[in-house]
């Protein structure tokens, strides 16, 4: 199953790598990871999407949480929380293209954010199911280049990660 794990780390070199080379040393696969300084510059929240049964993810956790620089270790999937993700696309927007691809990302709610002869690059932002039914709808002939952020999530209502 895929989860959702938010971390609050120290905002110091060499944390990040620690916390890969778990992952990679026990052979657990981190499907994305974004790491980003907090309201409080000496830390960083890190999210990272990786799939693995319950007691898989419990071991991670429990792995992540025995890590010096890690301050605190929340699984978002326990609980409600809020996900999304980032996708630029570059789609090809010639005049067979243009009309259809403009009517493809309205339904989408993305928005065209560079414009030239050829191309359109155009944000979208959502669920990752979101964004991979918004590639579906397209022509695979039709994308140029795609580059996604991976998952950032956050506890709904008062439900927090911090220290």
Known sequence: ???????LMENEAGALSRVAGLFS?????????????TEDSSLS???????????IIEQIIKQLNKLIDVVKVLDLNDGKHIERELMLVKVKAS?????EMKRISDIFRGRIIDVSD???????????TKLDA??????????VETVRTG?????????????
């Open 45 to 55: 929240r890190m999210t990272i999407v990786t799939s693995g049964s319950d007691e």
């Open 151 to 163: 998952a950032s999530g956050i506890g709904r209502g008062d439900r927090i990660l911090k220290i």
């Open 1 to 7: 199953m895929r989860h959702i794990i938010s971390l």
């Open 25 to 37: 040393a026990r052979g657990y696969n981190i499907e994305s990871l974004t790491v980003a300084p």
């Open 118 to 128: 050829n191309t359109f690059t155009i944000e979208i932002t959502g669920s990752s």
């Open 134 to 143: 918004y590639l579906d709808s397209l022509d695979k002939s039709a994308i």
């Open 95 to 99: 005049h067979q293209y243009r009309e």
